[in-house]
């Protein structure tokens, strides 16, 4: 690789600690299981020693198969099988897991009155991890890294309720972004989806997830992190 020598202002460290920052935040990387805290690490990975390591660690499949049961609904009748959405089981803040996450990840924020600074009713995400484009809290959506159909057929079917709602409401496991790119994402798994920007870093943070709950990808799923990372 090429190193290109040149001095640096006060402006040009600020970018780079941002930097530094934001793939922290992309990747959020905590390992341990039962994690809940909102320490994010600063220092920046380097994006092809991660994948090598990440890859290292992930089980690797030819295909998973299409488990039956899967049902997000709550409604009546209906299964339920990752808990009601957005209700975090280890967490005692009382604002619910989606309000936790615009509040951080959105910039300019306000709160609605007598929520305890709970509820956002006003911010703008800047910029979209998905698109790059900047935008505004009506737009807002959160993604499931690893679709929540995905993890169900890749051995989630397998955990108990418990196991299922701490999945579906870790910090690692979801992003803010863009209503439209999380509509057109849907169920998609790694080897079918990426987004615009950000490719390698949304890459790093699916296998992430993976190692982290120990859910295996498919031959496609490697071989599209790796086309990602080039």
Wanted: glycine share 8%; aromatic share 6%; with cysteine.
């Amino acid at each position: 690789m090429r190193v290109l020598r040149r001095r640096c202002g006060r402006g040009g460290v600020i970018a780079a600690l941002a930097a530094a920052v934001a793939i922290a935040v992309w990747l959020h990387p905590s390992l341990d299981f039962g994690y809940r805290g909102d320490t994010v690490a600063i220092a920046a990975p380097v994006a092809s020693d991660d994948l090598a390591s990440l890859l290292n660690q992930v089980r690797v499949v030819d295909r998973i198969d299409d488990v039956p049961g899967y049902e997000r609904s709550c409604a009546k009748g209906k299964g339920c099988v990752f808990g009601p959405a957005w209700s975090d089981p280890l967490d005692v803040s009382g604002c619910d897991t989606r309000d936790r996450l615009v509040a951080k990840a959105l910039q300019a924020v306000v709160f609605k009155p007598g929520t305890r600074k709970c509820k956002v009713i006003e911010g703008r995400l800047d910029p979209d991890p998905y698109s790059g484009k900047v935008i505004d809290l009506k737009q807002v959506s959160v993604d499931h890294i690893i679709p929540l159909k995905v993890a169900w057929d890749a051995g989630a079917w397998q955990w108990d309720l418990q196991q299922r709602r701490i999945f579906a409401n870790d910090m690692t496991e979801l992003i803010a972004v863009s209503g439209s790119a999380n509509m057109a994402k849907g169920q998609s798994p790694l080897s079918d989806w990426l987004p615009e920007t950000g490719q390698c870093l949304y890459a790093l943070r699916y296998l992430t997830v993976a190692v982290k709950y120990n859910l295996p990808v498919t031959v496609k799923d490697r071989d599209a992190a790796n086309a990602a990372c080039i």
